[in-house]
C-alpha cells in the first residue's frame, strides 16, 4: 500500500500595480490621446488583487495505490487500485483520477500458457483556459470583483472596455473534461517444441472522451448570448492482433534468438457535439440543452484507419561477447494513398563485450567495457489525421426559395503523393565500468536525419485552402549525451549513490521542399510567432527586431508622422517601409545543453533522495509580457509596473513604448525575447524505513515514511513564472502564452507491505 497527502502553490507572483499607481498612469494615457482624465489622484482607491483572488493557495494533493499479488505454480495475478485527487495552483481547476489495473497468468499445461491483463482508468478534469492566466494580471486592479447589485464587475470605469472578470469565469464557468479508458489484452503462448514458441494475443483499447461546458449569463462572453452549452464526445475503439513466432537456441559458444511476426490494428473514431444558448437562467447549465432558445448546427462524424505490419527479428551471440541484432518491418497504413501505403524498415546493432577478452581483463582496469554501434529506419504516420492523403467534402446550410437545403463543398484537397515519414538513425556508444562498476561511464553519439517530414504547412491561395499536410522537408538531429554513475560511498551505515546525465541535441531544416528560404508553419496560435528556415534550427522564433523606441531626436530621420516615444523596428530588407518582409530570426527555442543530476544517500534506515535539473542555450517569446503592454487606444491600460520606465521627454534612453496616440506596435518583436536557461531542484526527499526486526511481529514487511518537496528553487534569470513549462513541441518550443504554471509541492506520504 502505498499512500502521500500534500498541498501546492504557485513558485511566485507577478508584479502588478496597485489601484493609486494604475490610475495616475490611465490618467497620463487618456491625456496624452487626446481625452480628459477621469481619476481624481487625490484618493487612494481600494486594490483589487485579481491574481491573488484567483490563485488557490496550499491546494490539495491526495494520492492511495493498493496493490495486491499471489498465486501458485500454475497460476499467478496481480491487482491494484489507484486514486487520485489533486486540486489546482489556480482555483476550480482540478483533476481527479480513478485506475484498476488486473494481470492474470495460468499454465494449462507444460506447452500452454494463458494470459489476461485489464486496465481501467477514469479522470475527471475541470479545466480552466489559458484567457483567465492572462486576465488576472492585465484586467485593472481599481474595479472591484462585484457590483452594488451583486453582479460580476464586466467594464472599466468608463463603460467603454467589456471583459471577463477573472474572478467570476473561475466561480461561475464550467468546463469538465471526463475521459474512461480500458486497456485489454488477452494471450495464448505455445511452446511447440524446445526453442520453438508461438504467441497470439489480441488487445482492445477504448477511449471516452467528453466535454462538458457551460458559459453563464454571470459572465460577460455568456451574457452575449444569454449563457451557452456545449457538450463535445469524442470516442475511440481500437483494436490489435499481434502474432509472434520465436526460435531459440544455444550450441557451444553460439546463441540464436529468431523471430518472426504479423499484427493488424484497426482503430474507429466516433465524434460528437452539439450546443445551445438562450437559457432563461443559469441553473441548469449544460445538462439539458433543449432548454436554450437557440441551438447552434450539431456535428458528428466517424473515421476509421486500419495498419498492417509483418515484422522479423535475429539476436546472434558468440561467446557471450559478440552481439548482432537485425530486425526489418513492413508497414502498411490506409492514412496513405495506394501507392505510398508500405513502408519498410530495417536496422540493425553489433557490440562486442570487450571485458571479457583476456587481453582486456590482464588489464586490471576495466570491470565492463563494451562497444556498440547501430542503424536503423523508422517511420512515422502519427498526428496527420485519418484521411490526409484523400480529397474531402464538406457540407453546409443555407437557404434556396425559402426553404433550408444543405450543400456540399471540398474541404480538404487530394495529395496522393502523401507517404511515410522516414528517419534514419545511426548511433554509436561505449560503456565503461570501473572498480567493480562502482563507477560507470556510457557515451553515446548519434546522428539522426528525418525524410519527407510530415507538417501542415500554408497552402497556395489558388487552390482556395488555407494549409494543407505535406511531406515538407528534411530535418537533421544530431547530439550526444552522456550518462555517469557512481558509488563514491558504500559502507556498513552511510551510502552515496549519484547520477548525473549530460546531453546535447542540434535539430535543423535541412531542406525544405518549397521554393522559399522557409515555410509559415500552419496550426495553433503559437506557429505565428515560428517559421521553419532553411539551414536554421527548430524552433526558430521569427519577427520584427526591436530597436528601441523613437526618440526626439531622430524624428528628423523617421518617416512621416512619426511620434517620439513611439516603437522602433530595424530595416532589414532596405527598403523604406516597415513591412513584412523586415521580419527575420529573433531567437531559438531549442535548448543546446540538458542536464540531469540525480543523489541518493542512505544512512542506517534513512534515505536522502535528490534530484536537479539543467537547461540551458535557448529563448523564450514571452508572450505574457507582451500581452501586459497591450494598450488598445490606451484605454485598457493593464497593471504593469514596467509602465513606470515608459518614455517620456524626461526619460528618453528606454525601450518601453510612451503614452502616445501612434505606439506603431508589431509583433512579433525581439523585445519580448528572453534568455530561458534554468537550474532547477525538482524534488528533495527524507525517508525512514522501520527496522525488519519490529515489523515481522506485526506481519508487515516493509514500512517506509517520507517527507518530499518538489519544485523547491529555481535559478533563472528568465521574468516569467516557470521557464520549464515552455518547453513544448520541438518545432514550437519556447513561447511563453500564459500556461499553466507548476507548483511547489509539500508532500508526506507511506509505503507498506504485508
Known amino acids: ?54 490563485s488557490n493557495k496550499n491546494a490539495l494533493t491526495q494520492n492511495y495505490q493498493l496493490t495486491v499479488s499471489g498465486g501458485n505454480d500454475k497460476t499467478t495475478f496481480l491487482t491494484s487500485f489507484n486514486y487520485f485527487d489533486q486540486e489546482g495552483v489556480i482555483k476550480a481547476s482540478e483533476m481527479k483520477k480513478y485506475a484498476f489495473r488486473a494481470n492474470i497468468d495460468h499454465k494449462i499445461s507444460s506447452t500452454i500458457n494463458l494470459g489476461l491483463s485489464l486496465t481501467m482508468t477514469k479522470v475527471d478534469n475541470n479545466r480552466v483556459g489559458n484567457s483567465v492566466l492572462q486576465s488576472r494580471l492585465t484586467t485593472p486592479p481599481n474595479l472591484p470583483v462585484m457590483q452594488d447589485d451583486g453582479s460580476y464587475t464586466f467594464s472599466d470605469n468608463n463603460g467603454v472596455i467589456t471583459f471577463d472578470n477573472p474572478v467570476g469565469v473561475i466561480n461561475e464557468k464550467v468546463d469538465w473534461h471526463t475521459s474512461f479508458r480500458s486497456l485489454n489484452n488477452a494471450f495464448v503462448e505455445w511452446n511447440i517444441i524446445k526453442g520453438l514458441k508461438f504467441k497470439s494475443s489480441f488487445g482492445i483499447d477504448i477511449d471516452y472522451a467528453t466535454n462538458k461546458s457551460y458559459n453563464p449569463r454571470s459572465v460577460y462572453s455568456g451574457s452575449q448570448k444569454s449563457g451557452e452549452a456545449k457538450k463535445v464526445s469524442n470516442n475511440t475503439y481500437t483494436w490489435i492482433n499481434e502474432n509472434i513466432l520465436t526460435y531459440t537456441n544455444t550450441w557451444g559458444v553460439h546463441s540464436f534468438t529468431g523471430m518472426v511476426g504479423y499484427t493488424q490494428q484497426q482503430s474507429t473514431y466516433d465524434g460528437f457535439n452539439a450546443g445551445s444558448y438562450g437559457f432563461l437562467n443559469d441553473n441548469l447549465q449544460m445538462n439539458n440543452l433543449g432548454s436554450g432558445t437557440t441551438y447552434t448546427a450539431p456535428g458528428s462524424e466517424v473515421k476509421k484507419w486500419a495498419l498492417n505490419s509483418y515484422l522479423a527479428r535475429v539476436n546472434y551471440t558468440v561467446n557471450n561477447k559478440y552481439l548482432l541484432t537485425a530486425s526489418i518491418r513492413a508497414d502498411g497504413s490506409s492514412r496513405f494513398g495506394s501507392d505510398n501505403r508500405w513502408g519498410y524498415f530495417p536496422s540493425a546493432a553489433l557490440a562486442w563485450r570487450a571485458s571479457e577478452e583476456p587481453f582486456i581483463k590482464d588489464l586490471n582496469i576495466f570491470s565492463n567495457l563494451k562497444p556498440r554501434v547501430s542503424f536503423g529506419i523508422t517511420g512515422n504516420q502519427d498526428g496527420i489525421g485519418t484521411y490526409p492523403a484523400y480529397a474531402l467534402l464538406g457540407s453546409n446550410g443555407y437557404v434556396a426559395g425559402g426553404d433550408k437545403v444543405t450543400g456540399y463543398y471540398p474541404s480538404q484537397v487530394a495529395n496522393t503523393n502523401l507517404k511515410w515519414e522516414t528517419t534514419s538513425q545511426f548511433d554509436a556508444g561505449i560503456d565503461f565500468g570501473f572498480f567493480n562498476n562502482r563507477l560507470t561511464v556510457s557515451l553515446d553519439v548519434y546522428h539522426k536525419l528525418s525524410k519527407d517530414v510530415l507538417l501542415e504547412v500554408d497552402a497556395p491561395h489558388y487552390t482556395g485552402f488555407s494549409s494543407r499536410l505535406e511531406n515538407a522537408a528534411h530535418i537533421l538531429n544530431k547530439g550526444f549525451e552522456i550518462t555517469i554513475g557512481a558509488d563514491p560511498i558504500v559502507s556498513k551505515d552511510f551510502n552515496w549513490n549519484t547520477n548525473i546525465t549530460l546531453s546535447h541535441n542540434e535539430g535543423t531544416i535541412e531542406e525544405l521542399y518549397s521554393d522559399k528560404s522557409y515555410m509559415v508553419i500552419s496550426g495553433n496560435y503559437e506557429n505565428k510567432y515560428f517559421r521553419n528556415v532553411k539551414g536554421k534550427k527548430l524552433a526558430t522564433m521569427w519577427g520584427y527586431v526591436s530597436d528601441g523606441v523613437w526618440k526626439s531626436w531622430e524624428l528628423a530621420d523617421a518617416p512621416a508622422g512619426t511620434e517620439a516615444g513611439s516603437y522602433k523596428f530595424k530595416d532589414i530588407d532596405g527598403v523604406e517601409g516597415i513591412t513584412e518582409d523586415d521580419q527575420t530570426a529573433i531567437g531559438n527555442g531549442q535548448p543546446s545543453f540538458q542536464w540531469g543530476w540525480n543523489n541518493t544517500l542512505t544512512y542506517k534506515n534513512f534515505d536522502l533522495g535528490i534530484f536537479i535539473m539543467g537547461v540551458h542555450g535557448f529563448d523564450i517569446y514571452n508572450y505574457t509580457r507582451e500581452a501586459r503592454f497591450a494598450t488598445n487606444g490606451l484605454i485598457n491600460l493593464g497593471p504593469n509596473p514596467e509602465w513606470a520606465n515608459r518614455w517620456t521627454p524626461e526619460n528618453e534612453n528606454t525601450d518601453i513604448v510612451g503614452f502616445v496616440k501612434g505606439i506603431n506596435a508589431l509583433t512579433p518583436s525581439s523585445q519580448f525575447v528572453e534568455k530561458g536557461d534554468f537550474v532547477k531542484v525538482k524534488s528533495i526527499t527524507l525517508g525512514y524505513s522501520l527496522s525488519n526486526a519490529n515489523l515481522s511481529k506485526a506481519g508487515i514487511s516493509k514500512l517506509r515514511i517520507y517527507a518530499s518537496i518538489q519544485n523547491p528553487f529555481l535559478f533563472t534569470g528568465y521574468s516569467g513564472i516557470d521557464p520549464e513549462v515552455t518547453l513544448k513541441s520541438p518545432l514550437t518550443s519556447g513561447i511563453d502564452w500564459g500556461y499553466y504554471p507548476n507548483g511547489r509541492n509539500y508532500l508526506i506520504g507511506l509505503n507498506f507491505a504485508f
Do not use: C
Open 1 to 54: 500500500f502505498d499512500a502521500y497527502w500534500g498541498i501546492q502553490n504557485i513558485y511566485k507572483k507577478y508584479d502588478l500595480l496597485d489601484s493609486r499607481s494604475f490610475e495616475r498612469l490611465a490618467n497620463e494615457a487618456l491625456v496624452n490621446s487626446g481625452g480628459a482624465a477621469i481619476y481624481d489622484e487625490s484618493l487612494t482607491p481600494a486594490t483589487t488583487d485579481w491574481q491573488d483572488l484567483t
